[in-house]
């Protein structure tokens, strides 16, 4: 999500309270773009003005722009934006995408202990499947390099939120709009021994850079 009016890349990863910022920030549902490809999107549509003018000509004839003129101006334009998303606990995670309510929905369809044997990407149930293995692959550049300006972690979600706001300035209460799991029992009662580390094997990359815990 990409607001050139008011300078912020927002990058939804699916299940971190994604639905409900989409709502305090009154963008439609829109497909799931890492931090990388919201850059080449913004390469791509160089430059970001509406309306008249010679700007609005140019952007009429964005294709005209050599390519090394309309990287560099966008780039520039991408470094100057704050760049944020959410991430959560994966054993969490994997159980409110379990459970979800939109695109394919997996509960109804096989068992837990299925479903995690079968996942092979962070976000296979979202609306707009993803190639991204680790939630962490959302927010890094081609070299794996971390290029947002703040990740805040969905267990922290009002005081994250509360700063997310504050930079963008805007006052807003963060609202439930996606309840997700109905069934309200901790995540760990629905892993086995068995289960819990096919979780911890898939997503080693993401519980060793968040420092995420079973359990906690």
Do not use: C
């Not at 990407?121 to 993803?130: R, V």
């Not at 509360?162 to 309840?179: C, S, Y």
């Not at 009662?189 to 995420?212: C, H, L, M, N």
């Amino acid at each position: 999500m990409i607001s050139h009016k008011n300078k912020y890349i927002f990058i939804e990863v699916p299940k971190t309270a994604s639905t409900s910022l989409r709502e305090v920030l009154g963008f439609p549902i829109t497909p799931h773009l890492s931090i990388l490809e919201s850059k080449h999107m913004m390469i791509n549509n160089w430059p970001f003005v509406e309306g008249k003018g010679f700007r609005g000509k140019l952007h009429k004839a964005n294709n005209l722009i050599p390519f090394k003129i309309r990287k560099n101006a966008a780039e520039k334009q991408f470094n100057s934006y704050f760049k944020f998303g959410f991430v959560r606990n994966p054993w969490d995670r994997v159980v409110s995408l379990y459970f979800r309510k939109e695109g394919i929905k997996m509960s109804g369809r096989i068992t837990f202990d299925e479903f995690v044997k079968w996942i092979q990407n962070s976000s296979d149930t979202s609306i707009h499947t993803s190639v991204h293995k680790y939630q962490l692959d959302w927010f890094t550049d081609e070299n794996g390099k971390v290029i947002v300006d703040f990740i805040g972690k969905f267990e922290n979600l009002k005081a994250d939120y509360n700063f997310v706001m504050r930079k963008l300035g805007i006052d807003k209460e963060l609202p439930h709009a996606n309840n997700g799991n109905s069934n309200k029992m901790h995540y760990t009662e629905y892993y086995s021994t068995k289960t819990r580390d096919i979780i911890a094997k898939k997503f080693k990359v993401d519980i060793e850079y968040f420092e995420y815990e079973y359990g906690k």
